[in-house]
């Protein structure tokens, strides 16, 4: 399976990215996408996530309000929409492939991934 995230850049406070991530390959189950980033000198945090086959989404407290989680099956894409950015949300944005949910239906844990994008950087100036 390979990730590959797009879409972010230089805005400032209060504009808007639309972030993408193409998933490639092939797998037999894909349970859900998650959106996670990643500061400097900080662990690597939720921001969002959806089932692939119900469409249920998650969002961190942070991102609740603002930024928006939708995938397009036909064209194996998953979005994060990201409005009135705040320079707190300044990190290195991730996508992250979880396979099934043989073990747990958790799809806000980081190390509940199988696969990770390459990242992308979010810049919000303020």
């Known amino acids: 399976v390979q990730l590959q995230a797009s879409g972010g850049g230089l805005v400032h406070t209060g504009g808007s990215l639309r972030l993408s991530c193409e998933t490639s390959?092939?797998?037999?189950?894909?349970?859900?996408l998650g959106w996670f980033r990643q500061a400097p000198g900080k662990e690597r945090e939720f921001v969002a996530a959806i089932k692939w086959s119900l469409g249920t989404t998650r969002y961190a407290d942070s991102a609740k309000g603002r930024f928006i989680i939708s995938r397009d099956e036909a064209s194996n894409m998953v979005y994060l929409q990201m409005n009135n950015l705040k320079p707190e949300d300044t990190a290195v944005y991730y996508c992250g492939f979880k396979s099934n949910s043989y073990y747990s239906d958790n799809i806000i844990g980081a190390t509940e991934y199988d696969y990770w994008g390459q990242g992308t950087q979010v810049t919000v100036s303020s």
């Open positions: 390959g092939r797998f037999y189950s894909r349970f859900a």
